[in-house]
């Protein structure tokens, strides 16, 4: 339906660990997915310009296709600082 009829981004800048927090804990009150463990890992004062309800949908479905894929989400946070620095 996003595709059909796109709506208008309420893109603004936001706390990165404040957005994925909130998805997190939603997550892990999922019974389904009680038992998956997610080690959030994120430099302080990073933010990050988004629609936050699609964001939150697609940090949302990246979850669940790792839950359904593995018994545990594990992030190494040194692979995020390579990432994020560029290295």
């Not at 933010?47 to 190494?76: G, K, S, T, Y």
Request: negative net charge; hydrophobic residues 40%; charged residues 25%.
């Amino acid at each position: 339906l996003l595709f059909a009829r796109p709506k208008k981004l309420r893109k603004n800048s936001y706390e990165l660990q404040s957005l994925l927090q909130e998805t997190l804990y939603l997550f892990t009150q999922d019974t389904h997915y009680q038992d998956v463990e997610v080690n959030l890992v994120v430099e302080e004062g990073c933010r990050i310009e988004v629609d936050p309800q699609l964001f939150h949908q697609a940090i949302w479905n990246l979850l669940l296709n790792a839950a359904e894929a593995i018994n545990a989400v594990r992030i190494n946070p040194n692979s995020i600082r390579r990432f994020v620095s560029g290295e």
